[in-house]
């Protein structure tokens, strides 16, 4: 099968991590082709699978040239099926697809927003190219409910997580002398610092914990716009139990050392960082909404709370904390639900089909 793959780009984030997986499971067998829109590219592992890459620089005094340069890279390379990432990408090549009849998926939605008005903005954008795309590809059902997809074209696929790197490249003493970390205990988030992530409920919580105990490092592993403001918050005593890591490469060696995964976010599809959390085996707490009651069984793999609820954060931080037999359990329980729910093999198997099924 010929496969035509778009994204703005491949910079560090969930759905860029999923495309690589994804041509990662079907490059062998299967004849595979990337549109890049920017040059940004943080998976360098793209570049060894051997997969022809082209790069579009999009902005809008080139748009008219963009879709040439497209035009021409369907007829050369001719494929059975484009999936696009972006609904940007999505707008721009979606009704070219349709006039050549070539089966187009859309996998640009990855959130789902709890309140999104038939009027904001990013509904529109989305909404716009539903009449271009034969699949709108989700990966949670909450979100073809939050952007509203006409059932006919509603698919869901999960993440699928590559269980092959959990081979932690750093042992955890390693990372706690890299890191100045000299307390017994870990909580960690890892999240990019952006409107959508609730760092301020994260970091909120771990001083009311610090208020009763003084055995935990609290990491957080990602950057962003809002850092600034997230480590003004922290009273000055309290600067020593905090550490800012920045984006890292081997987030998986970092999250190794953690005891719970905490997640505090405003929306959320299926988040790569719950992922990596029970797959390496450590409880998670989570908000509530979204995706992430698909992935979290509440209660037995972790605890999903209330959003922006700082109160019950902190309590599900103390209790795991407190509880390192029940933590383990949670532990235990998450990890076999990756591994039997969340493979690779089901998301590559799983969109190969869907695939099949459109060219039929």
Not at 87 to 105: D, T
Not at 130 to 157: E, M, Q, T
Request: hydrophobic share 40%.
């Amino acid at each position: 099968m010929k496969i035509l793959y778009i994204i703005e780009s491949l910079s560090s984030g969930g759905k860029e991590r999923r495309l690589i997986e994804l041509i990662k499971g079907l490059h062998k067998n299967h004849q595979i082709e990337l549109v890049l829109l920017t040059s940004n590219i943080h998976y360098l592992e793209i570049n060894t699978l051997n997969i022809k890459i082209h790069k579009l620089e999009r902005n809008i005094f080139k748009d008219a040239k963009l879709l040439y340069s497209f035009s021409h890279i369907l007829k050369k390379f001719d494929p059975e099926i484009v999936h696009c990432w972006d609904n940007i990408a999505a707008l721009h090549f979606g009704p070219i697809c349709k006039i050549k009849k070539i089966p187009f998926i859309n996998s640009m939605i990855s959130s789902a927003p709890a309140k999104l008005s038939y009027y904001s903005k990013r509904y529109l954008a989305n909404a716009m190219s539903y009449c271009f795309s034969d699949i709108i590809l989700s990966n949670s059902h909450a979100g073809l409910i939050s952007f509203r997809v006409p059932k006919n074209k509603s698919k869901v696929i999960y993440n699928g997580f590559d269980m092959e790197r959990l081979k932690i490249k750093r042992n955890k003493s390693e990372i706690r002398d890299e890191f100045k970390i000299l307390t017994n205990k870990v909580v960690g988030m890892t999240a990019s610092f952006s409107k959508m992530k609730d760092y301020p409920t994260f970091v909120s919580a771990a001083q009311i914990l610090l208020t009763q105990r003084k055995d935990v490092t609290f990491l957080t592993i990602g950057d962003g716009p809002n850092i600034s403001e997230v480590k003004k918050m922290i009273k000055k005593g309290n600067n020593q139990f905090f550490r800012f890591l920045g984006r890292q490469q081997d987030v998986e060696s970092i999250v190794n050392i953690f005891d719970v995964g905490v997640l505090s976010t405003y929306t959320e599809g299926i988040s790569n960082s719950i992922m990596e959390y029970m797959a390496l085996g450590k409880p998670v707490i989570a908000t509530d909404g979204g995706g992430t009651k698909e992935l979290i069984v509440n209660k037995e793999t972790g605890f999903t709370i209330q959003p922006q609820n700082v109160r019950q954060l902190a309590e599900k931080m103390m209790f795991l904390l407190d509880n390192p037999e029940e933590a383990k359990k949670m532990g235990k329980k998450g990890k076999e639900r990756i591994e039997e729910c969340f493979s690779i093999s089901k998301m590559v198997n799983r969109t190969l089909q869907l695939y099949r099924d459109q060219i039929k």
